[in-house]
């Protein structure tokens, strides 16, 4: 089906081990975008990508990683997993810089014992 | 001062009534502007562009006023699935986003 998916969908892990969330969009959009969002927090930007092999750093990039080798691709690594990394994690893609409608996937629910 | 601000509500109307929502922002350069809606563990998808003129969409209506940088949502005649978190959203022309925390509305019977 064509759109913007994620998964897992839910994820438990415990402290210190390295967790992959996946992302995968199917419009060819030229961006993709990972967020958290938290309570009190809204929405926030962790690492985006302009291109393929294009990433750059959001408002809160520490302790992740991101990597983008194909367009539809783009994978956020939690490389030691803490507890205040628990969070909802929002992918999201859109067709070109500026442009205000951004897509998102339906979030991936990580919690960090 | 926080980029996009907004009142968290939550704003609890009836059925029929009209609600306003009010965003500020900081950046005096930002180019373009928009409303979000995300329900409740969902993902937040746009409402509609806030363009200079003003702008309707059926029974929603957005404002934006450069000089005093606010942004503003009405809502008539709200209906129950109008229920939602409302994301004011700001682009300052580069290549990102900036949302607000957003604004709750909840519709009653």
């Known amino acids: 089906d064509a759109g913007i998916t994620q998964s897992p969908r839910y994820k438990i892990t415990e402290t210190g081990r390295q967790v992959t969330l996946m992302c995968h969009q199917t419009?060819?959009?030229?961006?993709m975008f990972w967020y958290r969002q938290d309570l009190g927090h809204g929405l926030r930007l962790i690492y985006y990508?302009?291109?393929?092999?294009?990433?750059d750093k959001g408002e809160v990039p520490d302790g992740y990683v991101v990597s983008r080798s194909k367009t539809e691709n783009f994978p956020l690594t939690l490389e030691s997993a803490t507890r205040s990394q628990t969070s909802v994690y929002f992918c999201?893609?859109?067709?070109?810089?500026?442009?205000?409608?951004?897509?998102f996937g339906p979030g991936t629910r990580l919690t960090v014992t | 001062r926080k980029e996009v601000e907004q009142d968290p509500g939550p704003f609890n109307v009836p059925e029929g009534a009209t609600v306003a929502f009010n965003c500020t922002y900081s950046?005096?350069?930002?180019?373009?502007f928009f409303w979000y809606r995300q329900d409740c563990r969902k993902e937040p998808k746009l409402l509609m562009s806030?363009?200079?003129s003003g702008n309707e969409d059926g029974r929603f209506t957005a404002q934006l006023n450069r000089a005093s940088q606010y942004i503003s949502l009405l809502i008539r005649d709200s209906k129950l699935s109008d229920s939602a978190t409302y994301l004011c959203?700001?682009?300052?022309?580069?290549?990102?986003?900036?949302f607000g925390k957003g604004t709750m509305l909840l519709v009653s019977p």
């Open positions: 999201a893609s859109s067709a070109g810089k500026g442009n205000g409608e951004q897509y």
């Open positions: 419009w060819s959009h030229s961006y």
């Open positions: 990508s302009a291109a393929a092999d294009i990433t």
């Open positions: 950046n005096s350069a930002s180019q373009s």
């Open positions: 806030v363009y200079s």
């Open positions: 959203v700001v682009d300052s022309g580069y290549s990102t986003l900036t």
